[in-house]
């Protein structure tokens, strides 16, 4: 789950008390009409549902988060930059998936008496982010600190979102964490030596659970024909695409000091995780973005740069005004960007469906 949260909700706990820094990037925590939600008739995928219920039943991963011995040593040897860019990074990934769990539990809640086939798969997708977030928390934890989710559950924030738009991201989200988390894996097969903390040998188990929620949501997309059989949904299904990627772009970068000490370069690593993702959405969203045009990546490399003078001045010690007046045509300049890829002529996915890999 990715997505934003106001600042002042957010804040890690024990040792030192750090506040995570707002910005658009941010995780943001979701709520949507659970009454809609309840009400909506999903019987086409009905069969679909049932087996992964099965699956999630199944619970592959039940023993898979337990700290082995290996992380019971000092990281004191990680500093500097580094180690910011990797708290940071721990910080992030943990309120991602803890609300990830916040948002399940309350839908498996809400559609208890109603729907008590997707009740259960919520539920068991909430048991899923739980464990996530409470892995991630143990790890920041050796770095001397630690989100206070209790803190966060009390004082949360939402963004209310429709229940079409929370089955679009939601699934991106399932699926874009899940290639994030296997190429980082993948990578670090073939260079142990980038391996500097224990926590990556954990991403082959984790990003299946990853990929099981993506299939759930790709469940729930294709039980209603309005979310892939209209013209609008092949709008909305690349509007998200475009959103959730440029986020990525802009965190990846954020972050780059992280992926240099795992020894990934973040140009390419952020280009892989958009590629795999998009080909992957093409079996569930009618249409999806031509990753392959000239000006994709190029545009998205001006949205970076923009966002990198826009950081600058946000670090500045300008008069709030002064900032605001500076950042705007930077700001403009990157909606401008975005909304020429998303004019370029997106994928049929549709009538791609049985060739895609
Ligand atoms: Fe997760
Ligand atoms: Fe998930």
Not at 100 to 105: E, I
Not at 268 to 291: G, H, M, Q, W
């Amino acid at each position: 789950m990715v997505t934003s949260l106001p600042n002042s909700s957010l804040e890690a706990s024990t040792g030192k008390k750090k506040a995570l820094k707002e910005n658009i990037l941010t995780p943001r925590f979701y709520t949507t009409d659970f009454e809609k939600a309840a009400n909506l008739d999903y019987s086409a995928q009905d069969e679909e549902l049932q087996a992964m219920l099965a699956e999630m039943r199944a619970d592959y991963n039940r023993h898979h988060f337990t700290r082995d011995e290996e992380f019971n040593q000092s990281w004191e040897h990680i500093t500097g930059e580094a180690r910011q860019a990797f708290i940071d990074y721990l910080e992030r990934s943990c309120v991602s998936e803890f609300s990830g769990f916040l948002l399940f539990k309350e839908l498996s809640r809400r559609l208890k008496a109603r729907n008590p086939l997707l009740a259960e798969i919520f539920n068991l997708m909430a048991r899923d982010e739980a464990r996530h977030a409470g892995f991630l928390n143990k790890a920041m934890g050796d770095f001397d600190c630690a989100m206070d989710l209790g803190y966060l559950t009390k004082h949360r924030v939402y963004t209310f979102f429709p229940i079409e738009w929370v089955i679009y991201t939601v699934y991106l989200s399932e699926k874009i964490g899940y290639w994030r988390y296997i190429i980082i894996y993948r990578h670090l097969e073939k260079h142990p030596e980038n391996q500097f903390y224990p926590l990556f040998r954990y991403f082959e188990s984790w990003c299946q659970d990853e990929n099981r929620h993506g299939d759930i949501f790709k469940a729930l997309l294709r039980s209603q024909p309005k979310l892939w059989k209209t013209w609008q949904s092949r709008l909305w299904s690349r509007f998200f695409l475009l959103t959730v990627f440029a986020t990525h772009t802009l965190t990846v970068h954020e972050r780059a000091g992280f992926y240099r000490l795992l020894g990934l370069a973040p140009t390419e690593f952020d280009a892989e995780v958009i590629r795999k993702t998009n080909e992957t959405a093409a079996r569930a969203f009618p249409s999806v973005l031509n990753t392959e045009h000239p000006e994709f990546f190029k545009r998205l490399h001006c949205c970076r740069e923009l966002n990198v003078k826009i950081s600058e001045i946000d670090n500045s010690s300008q008069p709030k005004w002064l900032k605001a007046l500076r950042k705007l045509p930077l700001q403009l300049s990157i909606i401008g960007h975005l909304l020429r890829i998303y004019l370029i002529k997106g994928i049929d996915a549709e009538a791609l469906r049985g060739t895609v890999r």
